[in-house]
């Protein structure tokens, strides 16, 4: 199970590479509607604005969908290793728990801040797993 969802995490990492792509593509599309604007260009602005907003758009659908992959993933992860009791049981239920928050606030509004919050604590399981891995075998 722990195996399907690091596939499904994959996966979605490379979604967000998209992301970012998208994301750089606007950040390149505004500097040439800033770069219009200031020669005098209403025309050549208009349509580098249409493209940015174009390109923030397909950005924040394909990071919130892949976001919410990858979320999903670590909480197959997190059942996965309830199931097989690799570690306490509480550490999984967290995992799971972060999963699902990280699942449903994509959905809600990516672009809150409030997306920091499953971010974070997927950091902070993911240090705390490696480092009790690391514990036990040494």
Do not use: H
Not at 48 to 72: D, E, K, N
Not at 84 to 105: T, Y
């Amino acid at each position: 199970i722990a195996g399907f969802g690091f596939f499904i995490m994959v996966i979605a990492l490379a979604g967000n590479l998209a992301e970012t792509a998208f994301v750089m593509g606007t950040a390149e599309a505004s500097s040439k509607m800033a770069q219009a604007a200031a020669a005098g260009s209403a025309e050549s602005a208009a349509s580098a604005g249409a493209v940015a907003a174009s390109l923030y758009s397909a950005s924040q659908a394909i990071g919130a969908v892949t976001t919410a992959l990858l979320f999903l993933g670590f909480g197959i992860i997190g059942y996965g290793v309830y199931m097989q009791k690799n570690f306490n049981a509480i550490i999984a239920c967290l995992i799971v728990a972060i999963g699902i928050i990280g699942v449903v606030l994509p959905i809600i509004d990516y672009a809150q801040l409030w997306m920091v919050i499953p971010w974070v604590s997927f950091i902070c399981m993911s240090i705390a797993l490696g480092v009790i891995s690391i514990r036990s075998n040494g």
